[in-house]
Protein backbone atom coordinates (compact mmCIF):
# COMPACT_ATOMS: atom_id res chain seq x y z
CA UNK A 1 0.00 0.00 0.00
CA UNK A 2 2.58 2.27 0.97
CA UNK A 3 3.60 1.71 -2.79
CA UNK A 4 0.34 3.68 -4.40
CA UNK A 5 0.22 5.97 -1.48
CA UNK A 6 4.18 7.22 -2.68
CA UNK A 7 2.91 7.26 -6.47
CA UNK A 8 -0.28 9.11 -5.78
CA UNK A 9 2.18 11.67 -2.88
CA UNK A 10 4.40 12.73 -5.66
CA UNK A 11 1.90 15.09 -7.18
CA UNK A 12 0.97 15.84 -10.95
CA UNK A 13 4.73 16.52 -11.70
CA UNK A 14 5.59 12.88 -10.16
CA UNK A 15 3.40 10.97 -11.63
CA UNK A 16 5.05 9.55 -15.10
CA UNK A 17 3.85 7.24 -17.76
CA UNK A 18 6.64 5.41 -17.00
CA UNK A 19 5.97 4.80 -13.36
CA UNK A 20 2.01 4.50 -13.98
CA UNK A 21 2.94 1.54 -16.70
CA UNK A 22 5.59 -0.50 -14.41
CA UNK A 23 2.80 0.05 -11.67
CA UNK A 24 0.47 -1.41 -14.08
CA UNK A 25 2.34 -4.20 -14.72
CA UNK A 26 2.43 -5.33 -11.46
CA UNK A 27 -0.74 -4.94 -10.63
CA UNK A 28 -1.63 -8.63 -10.28
CA UNK A 29 1.15 -9.93 -7.71
CA UNK A 30 -0.18 -6.68 -5.58
CA UNK A 31 -2.89 -5.34 -3.54
CA UNK A 32 -5.27 -4.69 -6.52
CA UNK A 33 -5.69 -8.09 -7.44
CA UNK A 34 -7.72 -8.65 -4.16
CA UNK A 35 -8.96 -5.55 -5.11
CA UNK A 36 -8.16 -4.32 -1.84
CA UNK A 37 -6.41 -0.92 -2.69
CA UNK A 38 -8.74 -1.08 -5.97
CA UNK A 39 -10.39 2.67 -5.33
CA UNK A 40 -6.79 4.02 -4.63
CA UNK A 41 -4.94 2.57 -7.74
CA UNK A 42 -7.89 3.56 -9.91
CA UNK A 43 -7.75 7.34 -8.26
CA UNK A 44 -4.24 7.43 -9.25
CA UNK A 45 -4.50 5.92 -12.66
CA UNK A 46 -7.35 8.32 -13.64
CA UNK A 47 -4.90 11.15 -13.03
CA UNK A 48 -2.63 10.00 -15.74
CA UNK A 49 -5.12 8.63 -18.09
CA UNK A 50 -8.51 8.31 -18.49
CA UNK A 51 -8.46 5.18 -20.12
CA UNK A 52 -7.85 3.40 -16.10
CA UNK A 53 -11.30 2.42 -16.25
CA UNK A 54 -11.27 0.64 -19.25
CA UNK A 55 -8.17 -1.18 -17.77
CA UNK A 56 -9.27 -2.05 -14.42
CA UNK A 57 -12.82 -3.33 -15.54
CA UNK A 58 -11.21 -5.49 -18.85
CA UNK A 59 -8.80 -6.72 -15.67
CA UNK A 60 -11.25 -7.61 -13.11
CA UNK A 61 -13.37 -9.26 -15.59
CA UNK A 62 -10.48 -11.43 -17.31
CA UNK A 63 -9.20 -12.48 -13.77
CA UNK A 64 -12.63 -13.41 -12.78
CA UNK A 65 -13.29 -15.36 -16.17
CA UNK A 66 -9.35 -17.21 -15.54
CA UNK A 67 -10.37 -18.12 -12.38
CA UNK A 68 -13.75 -19.55 -12.51
CA UNK A 69 -12.32 -21.62 -15.59
CA UNK A 70 -10.11 -23.39 -13.10
CA UNK A 71 -12.53 -24.08 -11.01
CA UNK A 72 -14.44 -25.91 -13.44
CA UNK A 73 -11.37 -27.39 -14.93
CA UNK A 74 -10.62 -28.75 -11.44
CA UNK A 75 -13.87 -30.12 -11.17
CA UNK A 76 -14.08 -31.48 -14.43
CA UNK A 77 -10.44 -32.91 -14.01
CA UNK A 78 -11.59 -34.71 -11.02
CA UNK A 79 -15.11 -35.80 -11.90
CA UNK A 80 -12.81 -37.79 -15.28
CA UNK A 81 -10.40 -39.18 -12.85
CA UNK A 82 -13.11 -40.98 -10.95
CA UNK A 83 -14.85 -41.97 -13.93
CA UNK A 84 -11.86 -43.49 -14.86
CA UNK A 85 -11.02 -45.12 -11.35
CA UNK A 86 -14.70 -46.87 -11.98
CA UNK A 87 -14.13 -47.69 -15.81
CA UNK A 88 -11.17 -49.83 -14.54
CA UNK A 89 -12.48 -51.44 -11.35
CA UNK A 90 -15.59 -52.50 -13.31
CA UNK A 91 -13.67 -53.95 -15.80
CA UNK A 92 -11.07 -55.69 -13.39
CA UNK A 93 -14.55 -57.38 -11.80
CA UNK A 94 -16.00 -58.71 -15.20
CA UNK A 95 -14.10 -62.27 -15.67
CA UNK A 96 -15.51 -63.11 -19.26
CA UNK A 97 -15.65 -66.70 -17.70
CA UNK A 98 -18.05 -65.59 -14.67
CA UNK A 99 -20.02 -63.75 -17.65
CA UNK A 100 -20.53 -66.65 -19.69
CA UNK A 101 -22.01 -68.59 -16.75
CA UNK A 102 -24.83 -65.88 -15.79
CA UNK A 103 -25.67 -65.73 -19.62
CA UNK A 104 -26.28 -69.70 -19.19
CA UNK A 105 -27.94 -69.38 -16.15
CA UNK A 106 -30.26 -67.15 -17.72
CA UNK A 107 -30.42 -69.01 -20.67
CA UNK A 108 -31.76 -71.80 -18.83
CA UNK A 109 -34.25 -69.77 -16.80
CA UNK A 110 -35.77 -68.18 -20.09
CA UNK A 111 -35.99 -71.72 -21.36
CA UNK A 112 -38.01 -72.98 -18.16
CA UNK A 113 -40.37 -69.76 -18.02
CA UNK A 114 -41.19 -70.37 -21.93
CA UNK A 115 -42.23 -74.26 -21.22
CA UNK A 116 -43.96 -72.99 -18.29
CA UNK A 117 -45.80 -70.37 -20.85
CA UNK A 118 -46.34 -73.08 -23.05
CA UNK A 119 -47.69 -75.63 -20.86
CA UNK A 120 -49.98 -72.94 -19.38
CA UNK A 121 -51.22 -72.02 -22.60
CA UNK A 122 -51.77 -75.62 -23.63
CA UNK A 123 -53.61 -76.56 -20.67
CA UNK A 124 -56.23 -73.17 -21.25
CA UNK A 125 -56.70 -74.45 -24.79
CA UNK A 126 -56.98 -77.98 -23.56
CA UNK A 127 -59.94 -76.57 -20.72
CA UNK A 128 -61.91 -74.33 -23.78
CA UNK A 129 -61.82 -77.37 -26.12
CA UNK A 130 -63.37 -79.63 -23.15
CA UNK A 131 -65.57 -77.04 -22.25
CA UNK A 132 -66.70 -76.77 -25.92
CA UNK A 133 -67.28 -80.25 -25.91
CA UNK A 134 -68.88 -80.37 -23.03
CA UNK A 135 -71.84 -77.38 -24.08
Known amino acids: MSRWRSVSAAGAG ?6 LTGALLELPGHAAALLEDAETIHAVAQEVTQWATVYFVSYILV ?4 IVNLFIGIIVSAMDHVRDEELEASQESMDPREIASH ?3 LQIQLER ?15 ELEFQSEG
Not at 14 to 19: A, P, Q
Not at 113 to 125: K, L, R, Y
Open 103 to 105: IRA
Open 113 to 127: FAASINASVASDDAD
Open 14 to 19: GVTGER
Open 63 to 66: ASFV
